[in-house]
């Protein structure tokens, strides 16, 4: 089994990849800078790097990519800086998830491929019909607003759920959405739930090493990734969620 990793070189996907690596997987990596990969896993053997921005490779070389991959993982996110929130690309999470997908139907594989999406709890999902209350639409109204990465991220998800939906022969997907993340240096059991326990601005934590390890289950053992295969889990570490 091959991953491959778009945004491995942040923080959560960083762990993404080791946990991979720990359980004998094959892993690819696109970033764009990889002196930013820890010594631990740059030179593994079951590590392949291409080192390039993933929205300038060309489609072919997209396709190439992906053409030998059971499983495509993005963990990209904005950095949080000005140039990070308000610069260009604005849309890097959702235009790398389309031409990702683009790239996975276009090498027509006998076998369907994972996609795994790193998303937010800030996104609802409305095939759930989650609840929400009058103040919290007004916050996400303004976070829409104010802060292009959500919009980013909603975005990506929405591409997920309305383009490829739940029956594409091609792609099977599954949109992660983490609650709060915090630093943890080890694992630590984690409750999971299709839908938020909390509000927008308080809904619990989340360690991004148990998002790496939760994301690792995902792709390596069958029965997790059919339970929760065409929906968004929401994450958190055990006792957190509101």
Not at 10 to 17: C, F, W, Y
Not at 83 to 108: D, H, M, S, W
Not at 207 to 228: E, P, Q
Request: net charge neutral; aromatic share 6%; glycine share 4%.
């Amino acid at each position: 089994m091959i991953t491959l990793v778009v945004g491995a070189s942040g923080a959560t996907g960083i762990r993404l990849v080791e946990e991979l690596l720990n359980r004998e997987h094959y892993v690819k990596v696109i970033v764009r800078s990889p002196e930013k990969l820890p010594d631990t896993i740059k030179n593994h053997e079951r590590l392949s790097v291409i080192c390039a921005s993933v929205l300038e490779l060309s489609d072919k070389e997209m396709e190439q990519h992906v053409s030998v991959c059971n499983t495509v993982v993005s963990c990209l996110g904005h950095n949080v800086t000005f140039k990070g929130i308000y610069g260009n690309p604005r849309r890097l999470v959702t235009e790398t998830t389309q031409r990702l997908c683009n790239a996975i139907k276009a090498n027509k594989s006998e076998a369907s491929t994972k996609y795994v999406l790193m998303s937010t709890v800030a996104y609802r999902n409305p095939n759930l019909n989650e609840s929400i209350s009058f103040a919290q639409k007004c916050i996400i109204l303004l976070l829409r607003l104010i802060l292009p990465p959500h919009t980013d991220n909603e975005k990506a998800a929405e591409h997920l759920r309305t383009v490829i939906g739940q029956k594409d022969k091609d792609i099977e997907w599954i949109a992660v959405r983490p609650s709060a993340l915090i630093d943890e240096e080890s694992t630590s059991e984690i409750e999971v739930y299709p839908s938020p326990m909390g509000s927008i601005l308080k809904d619990g934590q989340i360690s991004r090493i148990n998002v790496g390890y939760f994301m690792a289950d995902l792709i390596t053992n069958s029965d997790i990734w059919n339970k929760w295969r065409g929906q968004m889990p929401v994450i958190y570490n055990k006792g957190t969620a509101l």
